[in-house]
């Protein structure tokens, strides 16, 4: 059965996968195609082109080549990131068509070239790949899960989700990081007060009294660790360490986007460690 995003559903199998070690001087490449792939979902793809330009932050101009020839198409660009390694103009995009009255688009981007790799740039799809994350006890600290309740307010904050399960309640954060340099995957690409304000808010809701982590679905199958980008917002990356040091426990679990046919198939390839230089020195 072809699994997409109207048809999500939990297995029995936990996988798991023992990345192999970052050594603070040297990064040791961790070949993702040898490793065992969880199948996630399935994003239906209508068409692939050329981008010409990005006018803002959600549009984008498109030269469609396939299956159809279209000239300066507008596609919505369901990022609020700078992208700047994966949406430049000349760059080979993937599309999904999209229907709606009041959408000033046709087309939603779904993912970007970088190498010989696409990129799923879509942050629509988080909450279906995190969900997936949840219901396959993917991380071993949630594996109690009795309830997962989406989209809960804490403080002054809506958090993604509120998890329940033997006897304590979790709050669960998730973001998404498509970029990466020198081996490093890093969040955020652009300056996010928005998420600084949930970190902190991991961190109140541990004074509270409950557990809180925070997943990361890393989009860059090379890359061999995770940590704040503190040259992009120095002010993100400085509550993010403050959460470690408080207990709140981060989760960088790495995907790959794989177009097959007419679909870009999201796989599931392991959890990736904090970058330890990072980490020493916090």
Known sequence: MVKTVDDIH?????????????DRANIEPVD??????????????DAEGILICRPNRFLGIVDIVTPIELKDEKVHIHDPGRLEDILFPGNR???KRANGKSRKTGWDLIGGKVGDNFILTHSGYHRYIS???LENRI??????IEKIIPEQIFGESRLDYLVEGAGNRTWVEVKGCTFAENGKAMFPDAPTSRGRRHVEELIKALQAGDNATM????????AQCFWA??????DFAAAFSHAIKEGVKVNPLVFTFEKKGDYGQVFYCGKLPLCRTNFSES
């Open 93 to 95: 995009v993937l599309l």
């Open 139 to 144: 991380i071993e600290s949630l594996r109690s």
């Open 229 to 234: 980008h503190e040259k992009i917002d120095p």
């Open 131 to 133: 969900t997936w994350v």
């Open 32 to 45: 993702k195609e040898k490793l065992d792939k969880k199948h996630v979902l399935d994003i239906p793809l």
């Open 10 to 22: 939990s297995t029995d199998s936990v996988f798991t996968n023992a990345m192999e070690r970052f």
């Open 215 to 222: 997943i990361v679905l890393i989009f860059r199958r090379e």
